[in-house]
């Protein structure tokens, strides 16, 4: 049975500035985030440019990446919550350095084919299931409590600074080189995680043998924590539903962009580069608009903004003209829209479960928000080639707007200030 830990005290201790194990933890994340946008670039350009990908091909390798969630994120929490995190983090890393760096190498022997694309996709998944579990997870190891915002609200900053920086950089090499080399980069970036976390310390330890119960006890209880609570499960439905319906539309614009439109992968790079600085901007602002709007206000309202931010996406086709503004616009606004909203969830949930249950509610909630991707990104696929990229686009939006609705009609849309723990959830939305 989980306990509640001993609330923290007022006085959160030195700034993060000030706390090296942090600092290297944050180096080596922000350095792998730019070498994923690199991938992120990468992976799409090589797939429909180099072994010229359709629709369904395109869809089955945006699926790939996202599969493990579906398919191992529930256990990956239980897993998680009895163990270390660091070590999980290190050894997942390791596993993505080799298979990213298999890639080029199979394309300098001449034998690279899609379906090796999707199958190292979903071996880098699973990796990623564990890292992005252990990451969430080790966040309050690592930080006080009070600090928790503040240290996603970094790292958040460090990923969108990545958004810009990495398809802007991508775009640029890949009119010197070809996109399996930015796949060595990015490789050689989670390289450098895995280097900056093995010098990290922290006083985590595993749980010990005799606490652990049965796996599908532990997996239950995770899912129990999640769904009840009715602002985390409305946080969880609505994330889920526009995931899925943002998977959707967006598993299709590397190939409305770099095919039908006639962009260069170069122009691709460049323009998400210009619409990732609303990230950083997101970042930025998060917290003050959190103060100004309400901790719980401010969920809905980005839920919306994140809409609001399709719609030029779904012009694109429409408007072939104006595609490249379009582009930065959507992007832009999106970005914002995912930074506030997750900065302010993200940090709710932390603060409120506890340290015990971190793992599990984690993968819990990763398992239902990320593992309707693949499903949405097969059906991508599927749709684009029977009705056309411009009305799959047009879908996606009207589904975001009815998913959104999950956080639009719960308490949270009235509530100026989020609770600071699970009983006070209990007294406030029940």
């Known amino acids: 049975m989980t306990t509640e830990p001993t609330a923290a005290a007022p006085s959160s201790g030195p700034s993060l500035w000030r706390r090296p194990n942090f600092l290297r933890f944050w180096g080596g994340e922000a350095g792998a985030q730019l070498g994923s946008e690199l991938g992120f670039l990468a992976m799409p350009v090589l797939a429909i440019i180099l072994l ?47 298979a990213l760096a298999a890639v080029p190498l199979l394309w300098w022997a001449g034998v690279l084919e899609v379906w090796h694309l999707i199958l190292f996709a979903v ?25 928790i915002a503040d240290a996603n609200g970094k790292l958040e900053s460090t990923a969108q600074l990545a958004g810009v920086g990495g398809p802007a950089l991508g775009g640029l090499l890949l009119t010197i080189v070809q996109a399996p080399v ?53 946080i969880t439905l609505c994330t889920a539903s526009t995931n899925f319906f943002a998977t959707i539309g967006l598993t299709m614009l590397p190939l409305l962009v770099l ?32 103060a100004i709007v309400g901790e719980g206000t401010i969920i809905p309202v980005a839920a919306l903004l994140g809409v609001v931010g399709l719609i030029p996406i779904v012009l694109m086709p429409l408007l072939p003209a104006a595609a490249i503004p379009l582009l930065m616009l959507g992007q832009a606004l999106s970005a914002i829209a995912v930074l506030v909203y997750n900065i302010a969830q993200v940090s709710f949930r932390q603060r409120i479960c506890p340290l015990p249950l971190l793992g599990r509610m984690n993968a819990s909630i990763r398992f239902v928000v990320w593992g309707v991707m693949p499903i949405a990104g097969v059906l991508s696929g599927l749709l684009a080639a029977q009705l056309g990229i411009a009305t799959t686009l047009q879908i996606a939006l009207v589904g975001m707007l009815l998913g959104s609705g999950f956080v639009v009609l719960s308490p949270l849309l009235r509530m100026r200030r989020l609770p600071d723990s699970a009983d006070e959830c209990t007294t406030i939305a029940r």
Do not use: C, H
């Not at 071996?123 to 600090?147: E, K």
């Not at 895995?194 to 796996?215: G, H």
């Not at 609303?278 to 608009?289: Q, S």
């Open 52 to 98: 010229g990908a359709d629709e369904i091909e395109v869809g089955l390798l945006g699926a790939a990446g996202t599969l493990a969630f579906l398919i191992v994120g529930l256990p990956a929490g239980a897993w998680i919550d009895r163990a270390r995190k660091r070590p999980i983090m290190m050894r997942a890393n390791a596993v993505r350095v080799l």
């Open 123 to 147: 071996v880098v998944g699973v990796a990623t299931v564990f890292f992005d579990v252990a990451y969430q997870s080790y966040i309050p190891v690592l930080v006080p409590r009070a600090r």
């Open 182 to 234: 930015l796949l060595v980069a990015t490789a050689a970036t989670y390289l450098g995680s895995f280097v900056m976390l093995a010098t990290v310390r922290d006083d985590e330890v595993a749980r010990p043998k005799e606490d652990r119960r049965p796996l599908r006890v532990e997996i239950a209880e995770g899912l129990r924590f999640v769904f009840g609570n009715r602002l985390l499960r409305a």
């Open 259 to 290: 095919r039908d439109l006639g962009l260069g992968p170069e122009i691709f790079g460049i323009a998400t580069a210009v619409g990732a600085i609303g990230g950083i901007v997101g970042a930025i602002v998060a917290a003050r608009l959190s």
